[in-house]
């Protein structure tokens, strides 16, 4: 009956059987549910996985595990008694008592004081470099799961803070399919909304320009005169690339205008729409042109190749945000002070 008790393990708990020798090291196993004959019976799949390879490679070491599984097993059929210890420093393992609420006399537990050993090990230590732990944040690139946004397939995006020279902190996020192929990257700032809005203008005039950085917000429009061309805010959503790149992508965007292809599709408009494509690729060669960006939030960016001296082609602008600016962006329905009082009342 014994074998039958809940176990509840967590996987920085560790498990052993004195009688044995035996030990479960912690962060080995995955947390389990499961009773002490479930252990017992993980340990022995695990010791007899590898086991044929041993017995080709390592006839002495694979007859001592042959034995050693040889223990667990009969430890099942509890021949004689023994102890079934399990040691969570995070103190959130459990072994039932089938006596409950009443006494068991057979199990003993013993709560104790974290070392700070095992506390650093649970992630518990006290940060006392906070400096440190922001820069490792800084260089490590978080992982989370999410579905692809063509397919729907489970696939992973990867988040990474970055600094960007002379401007402020923001979050690229990737996210790659290994089902469709599908990639995408989009770019978050990582702070607030600047208290005025930002106009960004470039005279392109080499074509070194078009390795200029560009950081794009989501609600930053695009405006190229000599082309008589304006992208919206929203489209192509937040990116972070060269000058170049941003025009590809721009020209991919018209390209793939739903209303020019297949039974939508005319040729005055198939014309117009190659006529400006090959106007892009000029404007990414030889055709000096300007380059726009107007972003009402002020999270967008255009490198200055002279940092930090100014740069004779780039003229930033800095303006006051119109009611119906503040209204797409929802802030004058945004209320950030004195909003305790105003629910009170």
């Excluded at 017992?40 to 042959?66: F, H, M, N, S, Y």
């Excluded at 034995?67 to 509890?78: A, D, H, P």
């Excluded at 470099?129 to 978080?142: I, N």
């Excluded at 794009?216 to 008589?228: A, G």
């Amino acid at each position: 009956q014994d074998m039958n008790r809940q176990v509840v393990k967590t996987d920085c708990a560790t498990a052993r059987i004195p009688e044995l020798d035996f030990e479960i090291p912690a962060f080995t196993q995955k947390g389990v549910l499961t009773t002490i004959e479930g252990i017992i019976d993980r340990a022995v799949a695990g010791l007899e996985q590898d086991q044929p390879v041993r017995r080709a490679t390592d006839e002495e070491v694979a007859r001592k595990i042959d034995e050693f599984i040889g223990k667990l097993k009969q430890l099942k059929e509890v021949h004689s008694s023994f102890t079934f210890i399990v040691d969570d420093p995070s103190g959130n393992s459990f072994v039932e008592n089938p006596r409950a609420p009443q006494k068991d006399e057979a199990l003993v537990v013993a709560h104790y004081k974290r070392t700070p050993q095992q506390a650093a090990v649970l992630g518990l230590a006290a940060n006392e470099t906070p400096a440190d732990s922001a820069e490792d944040l800084r260089s490590e690139v978080l992982q989370f799961n999410t579905n692809c946004p063509e397919c729907n397939a489970p696939a992973n995006t990867n988040m990474k803070l970055v600094q960007i020279p002379h401007f402020k902190e923001v979050i690229i996020m990737a996210t790659n399919c290994d089902s469709c192929g599908h990639r995408t990257n989009e770019v978050k700032s990582g702070g607030a909304i600047e208290p005025q809005g930002t106009r960004i203008t470039l005279r392109i005039t080499d074509p070194s320009d078009m390795t200029r950085d560009v950081l794009k917000s989501e609600t930053c429009s695009v405006e190229i005169p000599e082309l008589e061309f304006e992208l919206g805010m929203g489209a192509l959503g937040g990116k972070f690339t060269t000058l170049e790149g941003l025009l590809k992508d721009i020209k991919d965007l018209v390209e793939r205008n739903p209303f020019s292809l297949g039974d939508s599709s005319t040729p005055s408009k198939m014309e117009k729409l190659q006529e400006f494509g090959r106007k892009l690729l000029e404007v990414k060669g030889k055709t000096k042109a300007h380059f726009v960006m107007d972003d009402p939030a002020g999270n967008s960016y255009l490198q200055n190749v002279y940092a930090p001296e100014d740069d004779p082609e780039l003229t930033v602008e800095r303006y006051e945000r119109t009611f119906e600016q503040n209204e797409e962006l929802g802030l004058n329905d945004m209320k950030t002070e004195g909003y305790e009082a105003a629910a009170a009342s």
